[in-house]
């Protein structure tokens, strides 16, 4: 039953922030980073209306951001965050510490290059630098898909087959400055969806009378009420670790099938409905353009152009980059003759952008394994239109003829 | 590296199927008998000396030094043989003795 | 401010908050004052606790030696992890999901309070969150094995401040890490010693009590890296306080009023001043400061420490108002 629901204009940032304003979360600590700042600033301005409960920390730092979000998601509570570029690369050892602690974090991060030279545009390297960390890494097309995916990130990260961290991902200036129609759902439908965070149990062993131990099961969270108190945090020899970051993989393939599921009761919800990968005019397509984010939105304009010229060009828009859905990737892509992967990032020295190389691993042992062109473009906010996507589209089509690949990876846009 | 737990212990190292998440500490540490940590000496004490002051349990970096019945008693399941107890206490009531 | 209220038998009464069986080492005065520290808690409380020897000591997979609800998060973010423990518990408050917010209390070593932890203690005193900070500081990088920190004194041997044949160790002063934490006018602020137990328990208990931000600096030798005899810490100490190398004091702001007190053997120092001892008592009972002494004694070096000694001393008593 589709819930009745309100247009607002409203920009990338204050569809983040408004989501967050309806889950109303125990502690949001942030710092401001251009582009991201809207969100801290608009949410800043809910706290000081009385509009939600939540505690504001005006962290000193971005590390610390993210550090007081794991002490207070330790504690049972929900915690948000938000950040871009060099706040992410700052906050980057607690990335790791945050998923290994298996904390339902939620952060937005607005994507924006690395420096130097010092660029407050879009591109994707900040989030690509974080993909090994173990978060949940959603990337939004548009400002509803934020608004959208941030009000999923709550159930997706504290379903207890997961229980690991969400980066919701829209791109700097692109989405977070531009002013989009927005259906937002009313505030109880948000607490309803989301509803009250739980806490998994953990079986831990305490002393027993007479000597020797006993086995109980607490809630797993900082708990000074408790007579069992949790050891948070703690010292792995090399007898054990390996054990809890496979603990974590699992975790990570767990995702897969709940974000697909929370994005269908979404969908039931608001009539929106999110999955891994959205595919747009893929079922018949003879060469496909598979890709991250914004960027995909211009891509579909061009899909709907060439269609109209009769060109049978489908777009792959990949949500879910981690985990990676790559058995959706493969049955989406089948029988297209050519795949052109967009990177809006570059993995220095490496033999391709890290899209592509994921999707070349995905299609290593398949039978059948399209011929793949790996665009590197987008850095910096260099822009990406229409024509450009016609072109690779173009370019596609001759690839499909010949079945060769001559230049695998090419830059597009760059000057020179 | 386990002590003397009871039958139904959690494993140790454990399969990564039964790890407790997030590598939550599972077992108490009263486990890890540091009295084997001793190079040969330990604390006595002398109970007609001992006034029963408590400064020996509030120096002790391991608490092993307690007072019961008002008089000090050494753990020597966990006394590390450090020799604080001996050098601080007011009455001179604990001496370091070859085991 | 308020005479010391916890008594002996009190403290004697309560349960150690600390299990034995930690892999601290035989005599490590840190311990010492975890375990005197968590005599002093008065009521539900979290601990937190940056890198560093006792985080390592008391949280080795499987084991934990902590009684109370414990997080290590990483080196430098203690006080951060601690703002965000608080600010979700208070929020908890105001959602009507628990009735009162516990205390929170951090442990740091030297590392993760002077050098790398300190731009998150600033931060976390500037926003004024509640919670009790003790800085355990054995003055270096005791857990990566004896590197220098802010905290390590001048001419002391570390190894990255080595006395060797053209350098006699490390060259910097100590940063005056209990001043800066009194500049930023948070409610409590004090210096401690494990010599003196009920002064520091009382002391941490008086931190948990404060409305805000509470700090507290605690000299702890370390045999390992200070180099002398594991029964020793606790005589090590007194003399660093008996030589005014170490000071103890204790200061809150109030309504833009500073009110700074000495305590303990300091007070008495302060009004007999022949109680104090030349630094040269302090030094020579450590390895670390060996090179001052064989092969030939530095009078130079020493009498250099002397000088500072004495003048931090002087600013202290006038600070107290008792020059």
Redesign the interface.
Known sequence: MVVEQRVIGLTGDEAVAFAIKQVEPHVVAAYPITPQTIIVERFSEYVADGLVRTEFVAVESEHSALSACVGAAAAGARAFTATASQGLALMWEILYIASSLRLPIVMAIVNRALSAPINIHCDHSDTMGARDSGWIQLYCENSQEAYDSCIQAWRIAEHPDVRLPVMVCLDGFVLSHTLENVSVLPDEAVKKFVGEPSVPKVRVEVPANGGGTRVVEVPYKLDPWSPVPLSMGTFAMYDCYFEYKRQQEEAMKAALKVIEEVGREYGELSGRYYGLIHPYKLEDAEVAIVGLGSAMGTASVAVDELRSEGYKVGLLRIRSFRPFPAEKIKEALEGVKAVAVMDRVLSFGGPSGPLYSELAATFYHADEKPPLMNYIYGLGGRDISVDDFKAVAKELLRVAETGKVEEPVKFLGVWG | ?S????Q???P??????E????????????????GT??LGLKPVVDEEKCTG???C????????AK?VDGKAVI?Y??C?????C???CPANAIE?VPE | MCPARLTMKDVLAKEDLLYPGHRACAGCVPAIVFRLALKALRGPTVAVSATGCMEVATSILPYTSWKIPWIHNAFENAAATAAGIEAAFKAMKKMGQIKEVPDVIIFGGDGGTYDIGFQALSGAAERGHKFLQILYDNEAYMNTGIQRSGGTPRFAWTTTSPAGEVIPGKLEWKKPIALIMLEHRIPYVATASPSEPMDLVNKVRKGLEADGPAFIHVICPCPRGWRFDTRLGIKVAKMAVRTCFFPLWEAKWEDGELEFKLTGTSLAIAKKPELKLPVEEYLKLQGRFAHLFKPKKREDLIAEIQAAVDAEWNYILKKAGMA
């Open positions: 590296m002590g003397a737990s009871g139904e212990g959690i140790f190292p454990p399969k990564w199927q790890a407790p998440m997030g590598g939550v500490a599972y077992k108490p540490s009263t486990l890890l008998h540091t940590w001793r002051c408590g400064t349990h509030l120096l002790c970096p391991d608490g092993a007072l753990d399941t966990y590390k043989g450090c020799g604080i001996s050098e601080e370091m």
